[in-house]
Protein backbone atom coordinates (compact mmCIF):
# COMPACT_ATOMS: atom_id res chain seq x y z
CA UNK A 1 0.00 0.00 0.00
CA UNK A 2 1.25 3.42 -0.78
CA UNK A 3 1.82 5.74 2.22
CA UNK A 4 3.47 9.48 2.84
CA UNK A 5 5.08 10.28 6.14
CA UNK A 6 5.41 14.19 6.92
CA UNK A 7 7.96 13.70 10.41
CA UNK A 8 7.03 17.38 11.35
CA UNK A 9 3.55 19.02 12.10
CA UNK A 10 4.71 22.05 12.52
CA UNK A 11 8.00 24.06 10.91
CA UNK A 12 9.08 27.70 12.17
CA UNK A 13 11.49 29.65 9.98
CA UNK A 14 12.89 33.37 10.18
CA UNK A 15 11.85 35.33 7.21
CA UNK A 16 14.58 35.68 4.82
CA UNK A 17 16.11 31.81 6.10
CA UNK A 18 15.91 29.05 4.15
CA UNK A 19 13.17 26.52 4.95
CA UNK A 20 12.53 22.63 3.97
CA UNK A 21 9.41 20.94 4.51
CA UNK A 22 10.40 17.15 5.28
CA UNK A 23 8.64 14.65 3.18
CA UNK A 24 9.15 10.72 2.52
CA UNK A 25 6.98 8.14 0.53
CA UNK A 26 6.28 4.02 0.38
CA UNK A 27 5.44 2.63 -3.45
CA UNK A 28 5.39 -0.45 -4.69
CA UNK A 29 6.42 0.60 -7.99
CA UNK A 30 8.27 3.87 -9.12
CA UNK A 31 6.30 6.83 -7.72
CA UNK A 32 4.69 10.26 -8.81
CA UNK A 33 4.81 13.35 -6.26
CA UNK A 34 3.18 16.46 -5.75
CA UNK A 35 3.48 19.25 -2.84
CA UNK A 36 0.63 20.99 -2.46
CA UNK A 37 -0.09 23.89 -0.17
CA UNK A 38 -3.59 25.34 1.53
CA UNK A 39 -4.41 28.16 2.73
CA UNK A 40 -6.66 28.98 5.17
CA UNK A 41 -10.49 28.84 4.28
CA UNK A 42 -9.41 27.48 0.54
CA UNK A 43 -8.44 24.54 -1.32
CA UNK A 44 -5.37 22.64 -2.03
CA UNK A 45 -3.26 24.70 -4.57
CA UNK A 46 -0.33 22.81 -6.60
CA UNK A 47 3.34 23.67 -6.02
CA UNK A 48 5.26 21.39 -8.18
CA UNK A 49 5.42 17.45 -8.85
CA UNK A 50 8.12 14.99 -9.71
CA UNK A 51 6.94 12.53 -12.84
CA UNK A 52 10.69 11.43 -13.72
CA UNK A 53 13.76 13.15 -15.35
CA UNK A 54 15.58 15.79 -13.35
CA UNK A 55 15.67 15.21 -9.57
CA UNK A 56 15.55 19.06 -8.57
CA UNK A 57 11.79 20.26 -9.29
CA UNK A 58 11.02 24.26 -9.77
CA UNK A 59 8.03 24.79 -8.98
CA UNK A 60 5.37 28.02 -8.22
CA UNK A 61 6.17 30.67 -5.86
CA UNK A 62 10.05 30.11 -5.80
CA UNK A 63 9.75 26.48 -4.23
CA UNK A 64 11.03 23.77 -5.27
CA UNK A 65 11.95 19.70 -4.14
CA UNK A 66 14.47 17.30 -4.71
CA UNK A 67 13.87 13.59 -5.32
CA UNK A 68 15.74 10.80 -3.80
CA UNK A 69 15.11 7.39 -4.59
CA UNK A 70 17.23 5.96 -2.83
CA UNK A 71 15.86 7.51 0.38
CA UNK A 72 12.42 7.73 -0.74
CA UNK A 73 12.30 11.52 -0.11
CA UNK A 74 10.93 14.42 -1.95
CA UNK A 75 11.37 17.45 0.18
CA UNK A 76 10.43 20.65 -0.40
CA UNK A 77 12.72 23.53 0.00
CA UNK A 78 12.71 27.55 -0.96
CA UNK A 79 15.88 29.71 -0.05
CA UNK A 80 14.49 32.29 1.14
CA UNK A 81 11.18 32.15 3.19
CA UNK A 82 8.49 34.99 2.86
CA UNK A 83 5.95 35.65 5.45
CA UNK A 84 2.93 35.02 3.01
CA UNK A 85 4.05 31.28 2.01
CA UNK A 86 2.95 30.67 6.21
CA UNK A 87 0.50 27.57 5.33
CA UNK A 88 -0.26 24.17 5.32
CA UNK A 89 2.03 21.55 2.91
CA UNK A 90 0.55 18.42 1.74
CA UNK A 91 2.66 16.01 -0.14
CA UNK A 92 1.33 13.27 -1.89
CA UNK A 93 2.06 10.18 -3.75
CA UNK A 94 0.73 7.78 -6.75
CA UNK A 95 1.96 4.77 -8.08
CA UNK A 96 3.04 5.26 -11.85
CA UNK A 97 1.02 2.17 -12.70
CA UNK A 98 -2.05 4.51 -12.40
CA UNK A 99 -4.15 1.88 -10.69
CA UNK A 100 -3.76 3.47 -7.33
CA UNK A 101 -5.15 7.29 -5.64
CA UNK A 102 -3.54 9.66 -4.87
CA UNK A 103 -2.09 9.19 -1.12
CA UNK A 104 -1.79 12.48 1.16
CA UNK A 105 0.38 13.33 3.81
CA UNK A 106 -0.96 14.70 6.93
CA UNK A 107 0.19 17.87 6.60
CA UNK A 108 3.28 20.40 7.96
CA UNK A 109 2.13 23.25 8.85
CA UNK A 110 4.70 25.73 7.72
CA UNK A 111 5.00 29.41 10.30
CA UNK A 112 7.04 32.36 8.63
CA UNK A 113 8.21 34.67 11.36
CA UNK A 114 8.70 37.98 10.68
CA UNK B 1 -10.07 30.27 -15.99
CA UNK B 2 -12.89 29.96 -13.79
CA UNK B 3 -11.97 27.37 -10.79
CA UNK B 4 -13.79 24.34 -9.64
CA UNK B 5 -16.80 25.58 -7.80
CA UNK B 6 -18.63 24.09 -4.96
CA UNK B 7 -21.92 24.72 -2.70
CA UNK B 8 -22.17 24.97 0.07
CA UNK B 9 -19.50 26.55 1.73
CA UNK B 10 -21.02 25.66 5.14
CA UNK B 11 -23.38 22.89 6.31
CA UNK B 12 -24.62 21.78 9.67
CA UNK B 13 -26.77 19.04 10.17
CA UNK B 14 -28.11 16.80 13.38
CA UNK B 15 -27.11 13.21 12.91
CA UNK B 16 -29.17 10.87 10.83
CA UNK B 17 -30.32 13.66 8.86
CA UNK B 18 -29.24 13.87 4.79
CA UNK B 19 -26.99 16.30 2.81
CA UNK B 20 -25.66 16.81 -0.62
CA UNK B 21 -22.51 18.76 -1.61
CA UNK B 22 -22.17 20.09 -5.50
CA UNK B 23 -19.24 20.09 -7.29
CA UNK B 24 -19.01 22.20 -10.78
CA UNK B 25 -14.87 20.83 -12.34
CA UNK B 26 -12.75 23.23 -14.52
CA UNK B 27 -13.89 22.90 -17.91
CA UNK B 28 -12.76 20.35 -20.21
CA UNK B 29 -11.88 18.32 -16.94
CA UNK B 30 -12.68 14.38 -17.81
CA UNK B 31 -11.69 13.87 -14.01
CA UNK B 32 -13.41 14.41 -11.23
CA UNK B 33 -12.71 13.38 -7.18
CA UNK B 34 -14.37 14.04 -4.05
CA UNK B 35 -12.01 13.87 -1.11
CA UNK B 36 -13.20 13.70 2.68
CA UNK B 37 -10.84 15.93 5.07
CA UNK B 38 -10.95 15.59 8.68
CA UNK B 39 -9.08 18.22 11.04
CA UNK B 40 -5.19 17.10 11.23
CA UNK B 41 -5.27 14.96 8.48
CA UNK B 42 -4.68 15.18 4.45
CA UNK B 43 -7.56 14.28 1.92
CA UNK B 44 -9.10 10.98 1.65
CA UNK B 45 -10.10 10.17 -1.77
CA UNK B 46 -13.95 8.86 -1.36
CA UNK B 47 -14.67 8.44 -5.21
CA UNK B 48 -13.20 9.39 -8.57
CA UNK B 49 -15.27 9.52 -12.13
CA UNK B 50 -13.95 9.66 -14.98
CA UNK B 51 -16.57 11.22 -17.83
CA UNK B 52 -19.82 9.65 -16.12
CA UNK B 53 -18.20 6.33 -15.34
CA UNK B 54 -16.74 5.34 -11.48
CA UNK B 55 -13.08 4.62 -11.62
CA UNK B 56 -12.22 4.16 -7.86
CA UNK B 57 -15.27 3.93 -5.05
CA UNK B 58 -13.20 1.79 -2.60
CA UNK B 59 -12.81 3.77 0.26
CA UNK B 60 -16.36 5.26 -0.08
CA UNK B 61 -18.73 4.08 2.40
CA UNK B 62 -21.16 2.82 0.25
CA UNK B 63 -24.09 2.17 3.27
CA UNK B 64 -24.60 6.18 3.51
CA UNK B 65 -22.35 7.86 0.86
CA UNK B 66 -23.35 8.15 -2.80
CA UNK B 67 -21.93 10.25 -5.54
CA UNK B 68 -23.34 10.41 -9.24
CA UNK B 69 -22.05 12.31 -12.49
CA UNK B 70 -24.71 12.33 -14.75
CA UNK B 71 -23.22 14.09 -17.36
CA UNK B 72 -19.80 14.23 -17.09
CA UNK B 73 -19.73 17.59 -15.71
CA UNK B 74 -21.24 18.60 -12.56
CA UNK B 75 -21.33 16.30 -9.79
CA UNK B 76 -23.26 15.64 -6.22
CA UNK B 77 -21.98 14.12 -3.42
CA UNK B 78 -24.97 12.67 -0.94
CA UNK B 79 -24.47 11.33 2.81
CA UNK B 80 -27.88 9.74 4.37
CA UNK B 81 -27.92 9.60 7.30
CA UNK B 82 -24.93 11.29 8.63
CA UNK B 83 -23.31 10.57 11.30
CA UNK B 84 -20.87 12.31 14.19
CA UNK B 85 -17.42 11.02 12.68
CA UNK B 86 -18.57 12.52 9.05
CA UNK B 87 -17.90 15.86 10.23
CA UNK B 88 -14.76 16.75 8.01
CA UNK B 89 -14.21 19.23 5.09
CA UNK B 90 -15.69 17.58 1.85
CA UNK B 91 -13.40 18.57 -1.60
CA UNK B 92 -13.81 18.59 -5.07
CA UNK B 93 -10.88 18.15 -7.90
CA UNK B 94 -10.57 17.87 -11.24
CA UNK B 95 -8.25 17.40 -13.58
CA UNK B 96 -7.33 16.51 -17.48
CA UNK B 97 -6.74 13.30 -16.97
CA UNK B 98 -7.49 10.43 -19.15
CA UNK B 99 -4.85 8.16 -19.29
CA UNK B 100 -2.21 10.34 -17.26
CA UNK B 101 -1.66 9.93 -13.91
CA UNK B 102 0.19 12.34 -12.93
CA UNK B 103 -1.71 15.63 -14.06
CA UNK B 104 -2.02 17.47 -10.79
CA UNK B 105 -5.14 17.93 -9.55
CA UNK B 106 -7.15 21.73 -9.36
CA UNK B 107 -9.19 21.67 -6.34
CA UNK B 108 -12.24 23.68 -4.76
CA UNK B 109 -12.60 25.92 -1.80
CA UNK B 110 -14.66 22.51 -0.14
CA UNK B 111 -17.36 22.61 2.13
CA UNK B 112 -17.23 22.27 5.77
CA UNK B 113 -19.26 19.67 7.37
CA UNK B 114 -20.67 20.13 10.91
CA UNK B 115 -22.93 16.57 11.91
CA UNK B 116 -24.42 17.86 15.87
Known amino acids: AQSVAQPEDQVNVAEGNPLTVKCTYSVSGNPYLFWYVQYPNRGLQFLLKYITGDNLVKGSYGFEAEFNKSQTSFHLKKPSALVSDSALYFCAVRDMSGNTPLVFGKGTRLSVIA | EAGVAQSPRYKIIEKRQSVAFWCNPI?????LYWYQQILGQGPKLLIQFQNNGVVDDSQLPKDRFSAERLKGVDSTLKIQPAKLEDSAVYLC??????????????FGPGTRLTVL
Open chain 2, 27 to 31: SGHAT
Open chain 2, 93 to 106: ASSLERQATYNEQF
